[in-house]
């Protein structure tokens, strides 16, 4: 256990990269954790002073106004000192490396580091060199992982179906790009989730999806059928133009999210989707604001799961 | 009243979208409140706890780094966590609708959204759709209006002649395109001001504007004959060079404030402009700078009425 | 004494312009102050209540994330509300002047600007117009100043050698177009440093550096022997193309700091360097990375001097 970087040699947390490698009882930790701060959130005096004096820095090396405003949000809610940095206009241009910037940022004796980074491994490369002191939250890097991503969902999940027993989920559209993929089916695998199917066309579904356990489906109704959680990712939009795959329209007759294709569910199941959306592209309006839909839900649970892992992380 | 979507069915300020509706109870309550924050802002701890751990958004979609910090330090100084969104930059880029952006933002548990957007209407199409305990401010629409500017004018003029009795109010300047102007206009008639006139070249002054009771001046020594107040409007740039106006030079000498024509109002005038300014095209520096000029003040002033309004809309 | 636009009439600091004129006493109880910070920033509350309420506001004029960070972290852990004005994208763009805007923030009852600008003077020229209760400090005016780098580096000096007595300090690199230079120049002098060198080439060496007491060296080898502190200047690349330069390759070969030549200095010999770095243009990265490298502590020091110059000037 002691080999994984995420964790210390006793097996606790000590950053969060990805969600592979890591046992159900960290997962499970922090979704009970989430759950306590979820009565936070819903306070007149939205704040715990868990995390005060504690400096959170947010590496924004690419931008997401979205995701940082998420994790800005969770670390006032922990009362400690947030510090936005958008270093795509910054040092980077001035010659200095990943590791300089880093090296320094450490210096001000930061207590976290939340990194959103166009490349692969980008936090991991920044965890292996940081001071023992200081945690490092992947918040979104390449393709690879995006693991509160999954983590709220697993909340959102957890929440709506009273657990991961018995469960079939179906992640639909652009696997092949997506971090949030990744994540999630570690994160569904790992919790017990018995069925995870994957849907989509051959273009955007990577091969060694396989190999995860999932399974692939192309034809959009027979992989939907009976399932519990449907899973939309977003289509991003410069896929669109490229050979990868039909127009967008071909796309929403295919694999959008329509109320027609949403029936061959299971009657109870919920409609995820990570954010921001295409409507009328992978997903339908009326299904992205009908009554199955839990996706404002999984907005407000996210906050309480960053909270968690923050508090975690950097609590004592 | 309870047709008012600014207003409780009880009668109770829940947004501030625009001024136009307002009743002058509101509009005073606002104002008295704003006088007792004065204290605090002079104060060396320029803070108070009324809104400690409530979240404030402010969403720019258009850039005014002027009024994003006069709202910011305002929340500050109530103890707000505040979170700034420049949205021109952001997830509005990637094909997610305004609603989708607010939807979003309203799950993080948001208290309060100040708003700013280049579109008239932008405020009250977001007040329409947020829950129950979110407030809106407006913070600028397009040609619409910008009440929290005209509430510190209002404050500034009751400060300065100890109410609005009796008074003379010229606004000067480039009315059509102005937000201040017509937020001005409703406030100073609901406060009961007897006499508001409006000064401008016919190309900028719009037609229905007699509609709302002021006398229209296109001779500005007329216009500022015996006035108590001047309220001068930016001339913005992207005019000057357009149809609807005569030179920077020309306008200068129809329309600029000088020492000389300001002579011809009431020898105790007041001079405001809500800046930025363009010192030498709409209004001389001897003037900017003199005696008579108020332009310093309302800036202090527009402090203390901005955490007068978010303390109305988010205190308890 | 009450002539130095930083000094009040009793002698105490009101601005921190520039360290040209500074009694060594000022500049020592700096140091002290920043001493007793060190242990703040080291506890897992990295807060004092010292500044509470106060408004401090970063005018970034010239874009610089690192140097904007170090004095919002350093406002933060003493408990200030902090705003950052980036104001290259802001009202200087809609015509207004620097005074104008420096008053309108002032008005916003402002305790303090912490000013960086691409024009030598610029922060002198706010403190003339900025109201008796606000300070300023200069983070950076053109090739002017930069002194809380100076500072730091000579709380890094006090720190490693236990004063400044009989010390030989080089300053090795682009002099001629370094703030932190000229400021590094006027600290070691005044805290009586007996022998400070400038090493670089004739066309990045100003002929008037030698009135300012230092001993000139265009050859490195000679300069560096013997010493006990190497500054390393950044190199900056737009120096590198222009005719004042040899090439990158031709430059490292004469004037970046080796294993080879930091051998010639004493054994002691610390090696600092104000980031970001250019690892083989300046300096090499075995240099950099080595035993006699103290840069990373240099940023720690200088999170405590800015918060020790704050509350210096802020504090009651």
Redesign the interface.
Known sequence: MSTNPQLTPEGRLRHLLTIDGLPAEILLQILDTARSFISV???????VPLL????I?NLFFE?S??TR??F??AA??LSA?V?N???A???QT????LL??V???????ADMFVVRHAQSGAAHLIARHVGPHIHVVNAGDGRHAHPTQALLDMFTIRHYKGGFDGLRVAIVGDVLHSRVARSEIHALTTLGVPEVRVIGPRTLIPVEVARLGVHVFHDMSAGLRDVDVVVMLRLQ?ERMDGALLPSAREYFKCYGLTAEKLALASPNAIVMHP?????GIEIESSVADGAQSVI?????F??AVRMAVMSILAG?
């Open positions: 959130t819903e306070r007149e005096v939205k704040k005060r004096g504690r400096s820095f931008p106004t979205r405003t998420t800005e949000i006032k809610r000192d510090v940095l958008n270093i206009t910054s040092s001035k010659g200095e490396t300089d910037t090296a320094n940022l450490s210096a001000m004796n939009n954010g921001p959306m295409n409507r404002l839900p999984q907005v407000t996210g906050i004592n």
